[in-house]
């Protein structure tokens, strides 16, 4: 199935390799198997069933109609395929306004996160007028931290989420939008 290329939840982004556009319902079954991949979902909740992607699905797609912004579903342009979702995020009781990422392990290892994530700061400190961004990251999520360090965030020190991911540590990760536009040459 080739996957739409727009949704009429919110704004499609282009990159060199990759298209960001909200969730639509044809993404239901990439979705399902991202929650499915345990390695991918290791740090952001675990596997889930089917039942409770479709929840998760449509939290999303509400956020994008209440808030106007929230995750992006990822496509791969050379092959048409969804490969993860990274966004701007900022549910009640966040330590701040986030850009978050999730990439099939599949997709994993090939710049596609730090494609999208750039994409995605840019974005939220252009479109939205953002003067800040954090990821928060599991102490142990190297990987992710990796990321964001080559992003030009820093680690901030250690933060709380709210339920039901109260009891998860996690560390704040982020940048100003100047800090962000000085490391771009901006």
């Known amino acids: 199935?080739?996957?739409?290329?727009?949704?009429?939840?919110?704004?499609?982004?282009?990159?060199?390799?990759?298209?960001?556009?909200?969730?639509?319902?044809?993404?239901?079954?990439?979705?399902?198997?991202?929650?499915?991949?345990?390695?991918?979902?290791?740090?952001?909740?675990?596997?889930?069933?089917?039942?409770?992607?479709?929840?998760?699905?449509?939290?999303?797609?509400?956020?994008?109609a209440l808030d106007g912004f929230h995750m992006f579903s990822v496509i791969e342009k050379s092959s048409g395929q969804w490969i993860g979702r990274i966004g701007p995020l900022y549910p009640h009781g966040w330590p701040d306004r986030e850009v978050g990422w999730g990439i099939m392990?599949?997709?994993?290892?090939?710049?596609?996160?730090?494609?999208?994530?750039?994409?995605c700061i840019d974005y939220v400190f252009d479109v939205l007028g953002w003067d800040h961004v954090v990821h928060t990251i599991a102490p142990d999520?190297?990987?992710?931290?990796?990321?964001?360090?080559?992003?030009?965030?820093?680690?901030?020190?250690?933060?709380?989420?709210?339920?039901?991911?109260?009891?998860?540590?996690v560390n704040i990760w982020g940048q100003t939008r100047d800090e962000w536009k000085q490391r771009k040459g901006q």
């Open 1 to 64: 199935m080739t996957l739409p290329l727009t949704s009429p939840l919110g704004p499609t982004i282009e990159t060199q390799r990759l298209i960001l556009r909200p969730p639509v319902t044809e993404d239901f079954d990439a979705f399902c198997a991202f929650h499915a991949d345990a390695d991918a979902m290791k740090f952001i909740g675990g596997a889930v069933s089917p039942a409770l992607v479709w929840r998760i699905m449509r939290v999303l797609a509400g956020a994008w």
């Open 105 to 119: 392990s599949s997709a994993q290892g090939k710049g596609y996160a730090k494609e999208a994530a750039t994409a």
């Open 141 to 169: 999520n190297h990987a992710s931290a990796n990321l964001a360090k080559a992003l030009g965030s820093y680690n901030q020190g250690p933060g709380k989420l709210p339920d039901p991911y109260a009891n998860e540590p």
